[in-house]
């Protein structure tokens, strides 16, 4: 005894039991039901399944995964949870360790039904915690496997301190499903239907079933083939989607989401003054590589990764992710929808409308290779506030300050290298704050008296013969607390004011600057700089491939020719889509009915 502390002789070196270390190794594959569910999905992805149907019994931490893929042969079944027992030493699909099945029977109940082409039935196959088979039966399957992992856990109550969540395992799913858009998925819990997804062409498809909430027309989407690089990149038009936390940044490599933190940066720099304050945007991009070109073997749960060239690859999402924010397709967003909706309700014409006049604002076609902002012709200036142009696909109003603000806002950013004055300015009043700031931006504030400065430098964007105007910007700088504040304060100092009248030739200058800025959807607060009214919804509106008719319809051929639908005492007509081919096709939409 020293002290109170009681000193034990230490124990000998000597190496831990292989079934020690098996342990430890299992425990680190499978840390979470979810862990045990990443696994499963993960085999049947490899397995080329298009169906994948997921069941969860969290309070029985027990998960069950079925799939129509490949099946075991049953001459490997005795094997297959061995440890380090793999076959997908190709490096096709999503690489292997050869641990999962082995760490699930150590740490729960394995059983495995399964079927492979080559067998003349499936099997049904139990394992202990060795992952040695214990038990096979036949059993009747099409092609195909179902692993099912009961009591996870149970030898390890540490790891079942609280119930598995619901959502971390839909949001794996949900992930697994936007990495393979070609599969239909169903998740149940506890007997009850959670989540159904159907298959789709494209990482947008998933996302916009994830997602329903979201509008087509709000999101951007490409696929780039770039040498031996596929990529797909959806985004949310910053001045429509943007999110309160970064949940939607989401990076795939190789039909995996993985963490790539200096992915998350780039992405976040290259929305940075496209969105409000706070606020995050919503982007997923799925990068599909050779596979020697990734290293997984970095964590046991595969979510890092080593990539070959990693400096190239950012510099490429950055540049696909900037084109992509850059290009718009003149479509109309939901909130323009809306306000033709809120218009409509306001008008005259509300009165005399019925319940049954069909005004159903359908959804934009999805958005996916607008290759830039349709050419814009400045037509009207509206309350000095908003310019209103038209181009091929309908009209828009575009909000003079805000689009001058962005112009001006990517011109400074361009322009900050510091230019020396021919006269230099003094401020006055400054704090030492605002001094600092000014010493900051490198623009070296010379004292000149009791809080009076002598300013010889100035950025190159704030040049003017004016000097008040010099000495505004300057004071507008000192008051900000960083470089990026600073260019967006004054930025927004300068841009034309609400109010001034404007002619229609500096309209379209505007108009075409703004065109051309990088991120042109948003001022570098975020705000929408443009609202699109698509001519379609206008048609729409105005009810141009609609005939009113006064009086009852006698002629039983127009049924064929006509939908009709009862309005009041009336009826309202519009022609079928699916007419016979005798039926008439209106040349001039805006025409009435043939009545
Ligand atoms: P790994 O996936 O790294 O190979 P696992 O322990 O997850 O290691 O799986 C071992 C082997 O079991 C796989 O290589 C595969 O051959 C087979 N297997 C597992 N799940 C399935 C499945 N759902 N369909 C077909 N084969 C499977
Ligand atoms: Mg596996």
């Known amino acids: 005894m020293l002290g109170g502390l009681q000193l034990f002789p230490m124990l000998k070196i000597q190496p831990l039991s292989p079934e020690r270390v098996a342990q430890m190794a299992a425990g680190e594959v499978i840390d979470s039901l979810e862990a045990a569910l990443r696994e499963l999905l993960e085999n049947a992805l490899d397995a080329q399944a298009s169906r994948i149907q997921v069941e969860i019994w969290p309070s029985r931490w027990q998960v069950r995964v079925a799939d129509n893929g490949q099946g075991i042969p049953a001459s490997e079944l005795e094997q297959v949870a061995r440890r380090h027992t793999t076959s997908k030493l190709d490096g096709r699909g999503l690489g292997f360790r050869g641990e999962a099945l082995h760490s699930l029977a150590r740490l729960g109940s394995l059983t495995i039904q399964t079927r492979h082409a080559a067998d003349a039935h499936g099997w049904l196959a139990a394992y202990d915690r060795q992952g040695e088979l214990t038990h096979r039966q036949p059993a009747a399957m099409a092609l195909g496997t179902v692993v099912t992992v009961a009591d996870l856990f149970a030898d390890w109550p540490l790891r079942r301190r609280s119930l598995p969540q619901t959502r971390p395992l839909l949001t794996l799913v949900q992930n697994a499903a936007l990495a393979h858009p070609w599969v239909s998925w ?255 931006l490198g623009l070296e504030p010379e004292p000149f008296g009791p809080n009076t400065y002598l300013m010889r430098r100035l950025p190159l964007a704030l040049w003017s013969e004016d000097l008040e105007e010099v000495q505004g910007s300057l004071l507008e700088l000192s008051r900000c607390a960083d470089l990026e504040s600073a260019q967006v304060a004054v930025a927004c100092r300068g841009a034309l004011r609400n109010g001034i009248p404007l002619t229609l030739e500096q309209m379209q200058q505007l108009l075409e600057a703004w065109q051309r800025t990088a991120n042109p959807h948003t001022c570098p607060h975020g705000r929408p700089v443009y609202l699109a009214l698509a001519e379609k919804d206008l048609a729409r509106y105005f009810r141009r491939r609609w005939g009113i008719c006064d009086r009852p319809i006698s002629d039983p051929k127009l049924g064929s020719w006509w939908e009709l639908e009862p309005l009041g005492d009336r009826f309202a007509a519009q022609v079928r889509c699916s007419s016979s081919a005798s039926a008439p096709e209106p040349r001039d939409e805006t025409r009435s009915a043939p009545l």
């Open 186 to 440: 169903q998740v149940r819990q506890e007997g009850q239907l959670l989540l159904s997804l159907w298959p789709g062409q494209s990482l947008q498809d998933l996302l916009l079933q994830v997602l329903p909430q979201v509008d087509p027309s709000d999101l951007r989407y490409r696929r780039i083939r770039e040498g031996d690089g596929d990529w797909e990149l959806v985004l949310g038009l910053p001045d429509r989607l943007h999110r309160p936390r970064p949940d939607w940044i989401r990076v795939a490599i190789n039909g995996r989401f993985v963490q790539m933190p200096e992915w998350q940066r780039v992405i976040q720099s290259v929305f940075q003054h496209a969105l409000p304050r706070h606020r995050y945007p919503l982007v997923v991009v799925h990068l599909r590589l050779p596979p020697e070109q990734v290293d997984w073997n970095r964590h046991p749960a595969k979510s890092e990764l080593y990539l070959q060239d990693p400096e190239i690859r950012q510099e490429q999402l950055r540049q696909h992710l900037h084109a992509l924010l850059q290009s718009g397709s003149g479509q109309a967003s939901r909130r323009s929808v809306h306000l033709i909706r809120a218009s409509e309700a306001k008008s005259v014409y509300e009165a005399s409308r019925q319940p049954h006049l069909p005004f159903n604002p359908a959804p934009a076609a999805p958005a996916c290779s607008a290759p830039s902002l349709p050419p814009l012709k400045a037509l009207a200036q509206l309350h000095r506030i908003y310019i209103l142009a038209e181009h091929p696909q309908g009209l828009w109003l575009v909000e003079q300050h805000l689009a001058h603000e962005r112009v001006r806002y990517e011109y400074i950013q361009r322009h900050w290298q510091p230019v020396e004055l021919e006269t230099p300015v003094m401020l006055q009043g400054l704090s030492p704050q605002a001094v600092e700031q000014l010493e900051q």
